[in-house]
């Protein structure tokens, strides 16, 4: 790609993108509002069965009936082809010998457990509260980062607004995928987990890596650049020499993690699909939204 | 030029000493294996709540302890290869009720019930005896036995109950020997105790009275008098340290510290095993699909970073066993991630070479410029991966994730170094001596001018 001659193309529309972005947002929005997202034991507390039935699985039913004299709110899904999955109330040792016959119909099938997970709301509340505390110190951590990195950087957009845009385009990478769960959370019951946080603390980590590329970029322009070139200008040569490292940068991770999608296993099924879509939104965002952002914040400035 | 080449070829066979070490120690009866986490080895992994509310602030650290040790000499009743019993204490956002925490792993246990029944269960203090006959014998058939274990088996089985237990000992204390100034643990009994402690001591003058804590024996002695005044007196060759121990574990005949299970995990071990041959799996097609990108778009230098990242994926297994960082399913797939952005400082810097080559530099100037000025931006992006990892890892609210962290950000630092200096060293010593158009082809990449 010629780097001199479309590079303005980014800044130029930017108004179509934002209004893309836009969109998606606000789409993530009315699903978590509406239907939020399913919390998973880690945080809600509750005891999560996996049972396999050698034999055949009896039907669902059968064990939903079984199961709802322990505790109405059971809910049992159909998992692999002789697995259910099963959630119930947390549960202590003696109660686990009275659900384990209930799995067995009172001992006519037999069931081999896979994994039983059963966490105290204790500890769900601590984890719920270690999540908040996460995302809250990592934006912090990223935003004074930026903004120290940028120190020297204060014509004609002075650096923390540098860290304010990257945290626009974060809270962008953020809000899609977990309105893309509160949409599969209603319709395929996924469930979002301490796994879950974690992907979302990654994706902060990793798409503020290609907004600090641009970035990096439009310092290094702007210290070269003749004072009476337009700011716009210098942003947009800046995203047009780094287009194609931050489109490859990505694209070796979302390779990654496809790879791990399809073949890492159940456990991490959901933790690289979150991935998966938000270093997607990620590098969408550090193109077409971070640095464009910045054109729009200093014409602000100049207006007032 | 030579200089880069012999520093090349010792970087790689450096490289390839590692990369044997890791296959060498992965075979079986090799001292570094891998060491799995519970989720893939299978295995159950328990939390239980500490409940200190009735214990003074400056008792609770030596309780923790000694509820550790109890715990973990029962856990170790079971034969469990490697079990774990670790306490955390008022850990970063733990709620007060919940500050203090025992967990404890037994891989390859899946059936809970015995194993939390004895945990919860009280220590028992024993006194069983053997006669100075049986022992004699057993001492002289003591080269017959197949194997140390059956040996001890057989010598467990000598002693004979007496009644006598924990719950009839109101108190312990460290003494010390007047002689030879060793520490002895003195034992009070009730008065109960004292008349039972009396009569056996009467009828068994000669015979050996074994001390038993949670079914070890811990001293053996010899009864020598009648001791009718109630006081007995453990002496075995006791450091200072020990003898603090028993009195106190003998003073706290429950548990030290109430506690009540608040988290239990099962893991199958076919789930682990599938998670495993899924991860290695992943982990082979993703860096096999990276290199075929690398060699298609970057050419020469698509080829060195291949080698660079081979180098990081020997360097992070080697890594994994010599910490040793315990592997988890979501360790692995942050080790998976971590080679799809390890090229990624590769990218910035090949990218940044095609950039001065079309203005017009050499190659060698070309090669030099790109490492230096991608520099700044690799060195802020992987400072904002770190950020991140720290904060999973210190405020990580399970073993999942802060396993995760602590791959991702190992990752992060190893990958700095191999994309930057082991690739260009490597392409230092490879790079074409001039600027013709084949090596300005080799050198640059994409497929548009």
């Given at each position: ?6 590079t ?14 836009g969109?998606l947002?606000?789409?993530s929005?009315?699903?978590l ?25 009896p ?64 500890l ?16 912090i ?18 650096s923390?607004k540098?860290?304010?845009t ?21 319709f395929?019951?996924?469930e ?20 600090i ?24 040569e ?27 296993g ?11 879509i938000?270093i997607a ?12 952002l ?11 | ?6 520093r090349?070829?010792?970087l ?17 009866g ?28 400056a008792?609770?650290k ?13 856990v170790?009743?079971f ?21 203090y ?19 919860g269960a009280?220590?028992?203090?024993e ?21 140390t ?27 010390f ?23 056996i ?8 009275l074994?001390i ?23 002496s ?11 009195v ?8 030290p ?19 495993v041959?899924?991860g290695?799996?992943a ?15 970057y050419r ?19 890594l ?12 692995i797939a ?49 400072i ?9 890892y ?5 073993s ?11 990752g ?33 990449n994409?497929?548009?001018?």
């Open positions: 790609m010629d780097s001199k001659n479309n303005m193309w980014v800044v130029k529309y930017r108004k179509l993108f934002y209004s893309i972005s969109i947002i606000v789409a929005f009315v699903s509002a509406v239907w939020g997202l399913k919390p998973g034991i880690d945080f809600t507390g509750g005891t999560l069965i996996d049972v396999q039935y050698p034999n055949g699985r039907d669902q039913t059968i064990l939903s009936a079984s199961l709802t004299t322990i505790d109405p709110s059971s809910s049992v899904r159909a998992s692999g082809a002789d697995e259910y999955i099963i959630r119930l109330k947390p549960v202590d040792q003696a109660q686990k010998a009275v659900i384990m016959s209930a799995l067995s119909l009172n001992g006519t099938a037999s069931t081999t457990v896979k994994t039983f997970d059963s966490i105290g709301p204790v769900g509340a601590e984890a719920l509260r270690k999540a908040f505390v996460s995302i809250f110190l990592v934006l951590g990223i935003v004074l980062f930026i903004t120290f990195a940028f120190r020297k950087v204060s014509e004609p957009v002075s923390w540098y860290g304010l990257a945290v626009i385009a974060l809270a962008h990478d953020v809000i899609i995928p977990a309105g893309v769960f509160s949409i599969l959370g209603h395929a019951g996924y979002v987990d301490t796994l879950f946080v974690t992907a979302l603390l990654v994706i902060l980590g990793f798409s503020v890596h290609d907004t590329v641009v970035f990096d970029r439009v310092r290094e322009n702007l210290r070269h650049a003749s004072a009476n070139k337009p700011f716009a200008e210098v942003v947009g800046s995203v047009g020499q780094t287009f194609i490292r931050s489109i490859n940068t990505s694209l070796t991770t979302l390779i990654a993690l496809a790879v791990l999608y399809i073949f890492g159940s456990t991490t099924e959901h933790f690289s699909l979150t991935l998966l938000g939104v990620g590098t969408y965002s550090s193109i077409f939204i971070g640095s464009p910045l054109v729009t914040i200093e014409k602000w400035s100049r207006k007032k | 030029m030579l200089k880069h080449r012999a090349a070829v010792f790689l066979i450096f490289a390839a000493a590692i990369g044997y070490f890791v296959y060498s120690s992965q075979q079986p090799a001292k570094h294996p891998f060491r799995l986490g519970l989720d893939l080895s299978g295995g159950t992994h328990l939390v239980y709540q500490a409940d200190v509310t009735k214990l003074g602030s008792d609770i030596d309780s923790m302890a000694s509820l550790r040790d109890v715990v973990e000499r029962r170790n009743l034969g469990v290869s490697e079990p774990l019993v670790q306490t955390e204490q008022a850990a970063a956002l733990s709620s007060k009720e919940s500050a925490k025992l967990i404890i792993e037994l891989p390859g246990i899946t059936d809970v019930d015995e194993a939390v029944k004895s945990i009280t220590p028992s203090l006194f069983k005896l053997v006669t100075a006959d049986q022992m004699r014998a057993f001492q002289a058939s003591s080269t017959s036995f197949a194997s274990s059956d040996q001890e088996a057989a010598y467990l089985k000598l002693f004979k109950d007496t009644g006598l237990n924990g719950s009839m000992v109101s108190r312990a204390n460290i003494q020997n007047t002689t030879t100034n060793q520490p002895v643990v003195g034992l009070s009994f009730t008065s109960e105790g004292r008349d039972l402690f009396s009569k001591t009467k009828d068994n003058i000669g015979n050996y074994g038993f804590l949670d079914g070890t024996p811990i001293s053996v002695p010899v009864v020598r008098d009648q001791i009718a005044d109630g006081k007995a007196e453990i075995g060759t006791f450091t200072i340290i020990e003898a603090q121990t028993l106190r574990n003998l003073n706290y005949g429950a548990l510290v109430p506690i009540s299970l608040i988290s239990t995990q099962t893991i199958g071990p076919s789930l682990g095993q599938a998670a041959n899924g290695i799996k982990g082979i097609v993703a860096f096999l699909i990276i290199a075929i990108f690398l060699i298609i778009w020469l230098p698509g080829f060195i970073a291949i080698i660079a990242l081979a180098v990081y994926t020997i360097l992070m297994l080697a994994f066993k010599m910490i040793p960082v315990t592997l988890t399913a979501a360790g942050g080790f998976i991630l971590s080679i799809g952005m390890a090229v990624d400082a590769n990218i910035l810097i090949f990218e940044r070479m095609k950039e001065e080559l079309a203005r017009g530099r050499g190659i060698w100037d070309a090669m030099h410029e790109g490492f230096a000025r991608a520099w700044t931006s690799i060195r802020d992006s992987n904002s991966s770190i950020i991140t990892g720290a904060v999973l210190f405020f990580g609210s399970t999942v994730v802060t396993g995760f962290a602590l791959v991702f950000v190992v992060v630092v190893v990958s700095m170094f191999t994309a930057i200096t082991v690739s260009r060293l490597l392409l230092y010593a490879v790079s074409p001596s001039r600027t013709t158009k084949l090596s300005t082809f080799l050198i640059s994409g497929f548009k001018k």
